[in-house]
């Protein structure tokens, strides 16, 4: 089945510096791509979608500014978490979604845990 | 590695019918969740099931948890086309895991 990679899967970073989150389509072309966070004990959020060559769609609330989408290839898109602070700290997902992919509509990488220290 | 795992993964019924999909997942969890993707759009938040409940309702959705089978099920009564979408449950332990997710198509 399509494969989606995500790393890192945990990072550690000091407030103030900037994380980048890469999730890659291993054998599928992703034309669209979800990131989502998930706080401790609750359901994921949407924070943006993102088409391959286009500027991400961001969901109310979401700060464009700080959290980065770039998704410049049909394999790979990148979130930037920006001058991360401690409430930063969460568990981000990627999906992607695309062509080629039989049955079912989306594929979701392995997650990456941020904490900021 | 995908934690939860549904089934089937394709499932084609007819307007009206009712629709049941499988979940099951390997290691211990503190909750199991349900969405539903429709293409092109986000997750879709359906229902959450605590380690400690069995069975759990939302309108029309059904969702029952075996934690000693490590498995849960979803079922939709009176599918209507809008439910063609796919479904995933997510296994939230430590980090949260989703299945491949079952395409469910609802044909009118």
């Known amino acids: 089945g399509a494969v989606v990679s995500q790393h890192p899967s945990r990072v550690i970073c000091k407030s103030g ?8 389509s291993l ?14 004990k609750q359901s994921l959020m949407l924070m943006a979608t993102s088409n391959e060559g286009s500027k991400a769609t961001y969901e ?17 898109s990148t979130l930037t978490v920006t001058s991360a602070h401690p409430e930063d ?9 695309g062509r080629g992919v039989m049955n079912t509509e989306a594929f979701f990488g392995q997650g990456t845990r941020l904490t900021v220290v | 590695s995908q934690q939860g795992e549904e089934d089937p ?12 999909m499988n979940c099951s997942y390997k290691t211990s969890i503190n909750n199991l969740q349900w969405y539903r993707q429709n293409s092109g759009r986000g997750l879709v938040h359906l229902i ?13 959705l059904r969702v029952t948890l075996d934690t000693s089978k490590k498995s849960s099920s979803l079922l939709i009564t ?3 086309a809008a439910d063609t979408a796919s479904y995933f ?11 491949a997710g079952t395409r469910l198509t609802v044909k009118p």
């Open chain 1, 89 to 97: 700290s969460s568990f981000y997902i990627c999906s992607a979604e």
């Open chain 2, 78 to 80: 009176a599918s209507r």
């Open chain 1, 27 to 40: 054998d599928f072309q992703a034309t669209t791509m979800f990131w989502y966070r998930q706080f401790p």
């Open chain 1, 17 to 24: 510096t900037s994380v980048k989150i890469e999730c890659r």
């Open chain 2, 89 to 99: 449950c997510a296994t939230d332990g430590n980090d949260m895991r989703f299945g």
């Open chain 1, 60 to 76: 109310q609330g979401v700060e464009k500014d700080k959290f980065l989408i770039n998704h410049a290839s049909l394999t790979l």
């Open chain 2, 9 to 20: 993964q394709a499932l084609s019924i007819q307007e009206g019918e009712n629709a049941t």
């Open chain 2, 48 to 60: 959450l099931i605590r380690s400690n409940e069995r069975e759990k309702h939302s309108g029309r």
